[in-house]
């Protein structure tokens, strides 16, 4: 290598090859001298979370593992001073903690409904496994349905109920010779067509006469199939949810609220950003009363307070009022973390998609949520997990979920030892961390995924 | 890039092509634009000849890009009248989709979906607004990528793309709707040195093909040499308007004369 070199000028001759780097900064040893002891605060630190996993891991393990009880019939088993977790307790109230008071012959039907939502939900979440349209129509519109039919029995005669409170024609009743389901489903024709016809109008206002027309009477052909297939009877013995419990419920909770807590809440945020002040202000109004409110309060009041407000006879199910409360107050969070979502993806985004001639839901659909949805993953799923751990709260109102089963298994004299309360509490513990870590972890791996605006 | 013609001599492109009938494409009379109390926009009087390629210069703030804006509706004018493709825009948003359809429009920060491929920036709108199949879409997509010269980077990400690259994508993209008019805002602005050419050549080869181009630019050799008329604007009013060599050699306002002579060096 020749270089003309002096102190003004300089040309290259040859470019410089690639060298390897030196040693010490590769390997293992690189990555602690980096990482762990890059200075001294840095070595204190590491020094310092070494001491904590000393300190909290041994006896951790000592207790759960290694001086636990494995076998045993009652709380004789685990009375030995100095005895670890007693897990025969967790073992024989293993029943109770998944299905409640659920009627032991029935615990078939949780087990296809959990079974179900498991095949269903996995093929959902893996990317690389086709057919999604079809697996997210079967895993959000026929699984519910169906999880319904079989963890309540069906058959709730639901044509009846809304015939009477919302049937439009009551005159029907008096002229149908076939009875009220005639009625009901003579009603039920003549109101979506008429809805359908309002909805027609409005869009012809708002430029989609057509596309509203058919929104609204998809929403009415589905009511209309949901309706029928709950009106059958399949034989199933009827369970109420007072029975439910355990992590049923936490699950049936958990779920729901999350399914619709999201949409709800883009519509919020939607609106919350929405040019029209009609519906900016109600949304306004939703999300900060929903937000200003803590939830113990509203499901205190879904289910102590409103059935003195609703006329009588029209009482919904407890189960039903608390999954209403915690779907709309996780919605008015969701909102919020959607909009900052929304305010995050710059002007020109809308610019574009505007100037190539995309209607507004087009645009959104297509190009705004796609990138403020991924923005915000992060939040979303925060939401998700605290929703899903705030779920424990119905226990206030005597819904027994997971942790209110644990509660109430600790109250056996048959299992009374010194390590049962925290034997259930570890096992609590793990359940809800096996849950929330996977839910932590998949929202990674999306957002890895999605991250296609940085890819270089 | 490099074995790409030069900017071509302006006597290579056609002179302009006027189809009988519908000879106007954009004719704005008298439009005026507030922001708030400021007044952006002052009695603005433009007709362009279906198939004329207009650029506009003028100092920053002047209103050049407000102007160009007003005329796919990103930018609402309180007062006056714009008529594009022959359809006056109104606050019917079934106009402003029609007309948007037929305008194209490239913007400073070439604003792609960082979300999608490249490919599927270009198919986007056919799709979804010409409601054309996805094959064909995509046929027609990589048909233009083809003319911008970047038809190797179709499946990649805009992040993955250089930003004369992103420039030429977002070209192709509004191309891919075949429309009648083009819009640029500062289309090399935010460009390195080295890409603004690549740039420039694909928007000469547009106007070559005799497309209606209206061209917010400070690139005076692209005006010069593709322009049938060069705006100048200053303090939102249109200044003065010449076809090129006069407008270069005799700039008759005296404002026009300053502004030359600092841009030209």
Not at chain 2, 87 to 116: A, S
Not at chain 2, 117 to 122: A, P
Request: glycine share 8%; with cysteine; aromatic share 10%.
């Amino acid at each position: 290598m020749t270089f003309a070199i002096d102190d003004h000028t300089f040309v290259r001759q040859e470019l410089h090859t690639p060298l390897p780097p030196p040693r010490r900064n590769i390997g293992v040893l690189g990555w602690m001298r980096e990482n762990l002891f890059s200075s001294i605060l840095n070595t204190l630190l590491t020094l310092f979370g070494l001491l904590l996993v000393v300190l909290i891991l041994p006896p951790l393990v000592r207790f759960l593992i290694l001086d636990a009880v494995w076998t045993g019939d009652n709380r004789e088993a685990c009375l030995a001073p100095g005895t670890g977790a007693c897990w025969p307790f967790v073992k024989a109230k293993f029943g109770q903690f998944i299905y409640g008071f659920y009627p032991i012959d029935q615990r078939w039907r949780v087990n296809i409904v959990f079974a179900l939502g498991a095949a269903l939900l996995v093929p959902l979440l893996i990317p690389s496994i086709g057919q999604k349209r079809l697996n997210a129509l079967l895993f959000f519109g026929a699984y519910p349905i169906v999880a319904f039919i079989l963890l309540t029995g069906g058959n709730i005669d639901a044509s009846a109920f809304l015939f009477q409170h919302f049937g439009l024609f009551s005159g029907l009743a008096g002229a149908s010779v076939a009875g009220v389901k005639l009625a009901f489903w003579l009603d039920f024709l003549l109101t979506a067509g008429l809805v359908t016809g309002l909805g027609a109008v409005i869009g012809a206002a708002l430029g989609d006469a057509r596309g509203v027309a058919r929104i609204v009477a998809s929403v009415f052909l589905g009511l209309g199939i949901i309706t029928l297939l709950w009106d059958i009877d399949f034989g199933l013995q009827p369970v109420e949810t007072r029975q439910w419990g355990g992590l049923l419920v936490t699950l049936v909770i958990g779920v729901t609220g999350i399914v619709t807590s999201l949409p709800l809440g883009i519509l919020l945020a939607l609106g919350r950003r929405s040019k029209m002040p009609i519906v900016r202000l109600l949304c306004i109004i939703f999300i900060e009363f929903w937000r200003g409110v803590p939830l113990i309060t509203v499901l205190f009041f879904a289910t102590y307070m409103l059935p003195l407000f609703l006329p009588a006879g029209a009482n919904p199910d407890g189960l039903l009022r608390a999954l209403v409360g915690v779907a709309l107050f996780t919605a008015a969070y969701m909102a919020e973390v959607v909009r900052g979502g929304l305010q995050a993806i710059p002007k020109g985004q809308y610019e574009g998609a505007m100037a190539m001639g995309l209607t507004w839901s087009q645009m959104m659909r297509l190009i705004i949520l796609p990138q403020a949805l991924t923005l915000v993953i992060p939040g979303i799923v925060n939401s998700f997990i605290s929703l899903f751990k705030d779920t424990t709260l119905v226990l206030i109102v005597s819904i027994f979920d997971f942790l209110g089963q644990l509660r109430a298994a600790f109250t056996d004299p048959n299992w009374a030892s010194p390590v049962t309360l925290y034997t259930g509490f570890a096992f609590a513990g793990i359940v809800y961390f096996i849950f929330c870590f996977g839910m932590s972890r998949y929202s990674m791996f999306v957002e890895r995924r999605l991250n296609t605006s940085h890819r270089h | 890039m490099s074995e790409a013609p030069s900017i071509v001599p302006s006597d290579e492109i056609p002179a302009v092509h006027v189809p009988p009938g519908k000879e106007t494409a954009v004719e704005l009379v008298g439009v005026h634009k507030w922001y708030g109390e400021f007044h952006v926009l002052k009695d603005i009087n433009l007709k362009v000849r279906r198939g004329e390629r207009i650029v506009i210069c003028g100092p920053s703030g002047s209103g050049k890009s407000t102007m160009i804006r007003c005329i796919n509706r990103l930018e609402e004018h309180q007062k006056g009248s714009i008529v594009v493709d022959g359809i006056e825009l109104t606050n019917d948003l079934k106009r402003i989709d029609e007309i948007r359809r037929e305008v194209g429009m490239c913007f400073q920060h070439f604003n792609l979906f960082p979300h999608l491929t490249i490919l599927e920036n270009c198919t986007l709108a056919p799709i979804w607004v010409r409601k054309m199949p996805k094959r064909d879409a995509e046929e027609l997509a990589m048909h233009f990528l083809r003319k911008v010269k970047i038809p190797e980077q179709a499946n990649k990400y805009p992040g993955q793309l250089s930003g004369g690259q992103q420039q030429r994508v977002a070209i192709a993209r509004a191309l891919c709707m075949k429309p009648k008019i083009m819009l640029f805002d500062e289309p090399t602005s935010a460009l390195d040195p080295e890409m603004v050419k690549e740039v420039l050549e694909t928007m000469v080869s547009l106007a070559e093909e005799g497309m209606t181009m209206l061209c917010v630019t400070h690139e005076m050799g692209f005006a010069r040499q593709v322009a049938n008329r060069v705006i100048f604007m200053d303090a939102g009013q249109i200044i003065e308007m010449n076809e090129p060599n006069a407008f270069f050699s005799n700039p008759q306002h005296e404002r026009t004369r300053l502004f030359l002579s600092q841009i030209l060096h």
